[in-house]
């Protein structure tokens, strides 16, 4: 059974950090490009950051270049998503998920598999 489990978020201030985490199994983790997609109340999901399988390639959205800093453990089968200089706009349910097609500067499209989310929220 394929899984992915996130985990990570909370509640933070405008500036803060935070760190979320995925989990997989099912699957070998080491062969697939992985991705964050974020949904945030009454919006579509939209995709924030992905990394290629060896972990050497990193794709951003514009929204959070510079601040997010996506990496792999494939010994761990883990994904994290370093956040930084959080703003209120970054509030969502943040989830890690598996894209059908390699990732590219245009970003990763067309997912076959996703974790149940962590909620982050920014506000003072």
């Known amino acids: 059974e394929v899984q992915l489990v996130e985990s990570g978020g909370g509640s933070v201030q405008p500036g803060g950090s935070l760190r979320l985490s995925c989990v997989v199994s099912?699957?070998?983790?080491?062969?697939?490009?992985i991705a964050w997609i974020r949904q945030a109340p009454g919006k579509g999901p939209e995709w924030v950051s992905g990394?290629?399988?060896?972990?050497?390639?990193?794709y951003y959205a514009d929204s959070v270049k510079g601040r997010f800093t996506i990496s792999r453990d494939n010994a761990k089968n883990t994904l994290y998503l370093q956040m930084d200089s959080l703003k209120p706009e970054d509030t969502a349910k943040y989830y890690c998920?598996?894209?059908?097609?390699?990732?590219?500067?245009?970003?990763?499209?067309?997912?076959?598999?996703w974790g149940q989310g962590t909620q982050v929220t920014v506000s003072s």
């Open positions: 099912g699957f070998t983790f080491r062969q697939f490009d």
């Open positions: 990394i290629e399988s060896t972990g050497i390639t990193t």
């Open positions: 998920a598996r894209p059908i097609y390699k990732c590219s500067v245009n970003g990763c499209l067309g997912y076959d598999t």
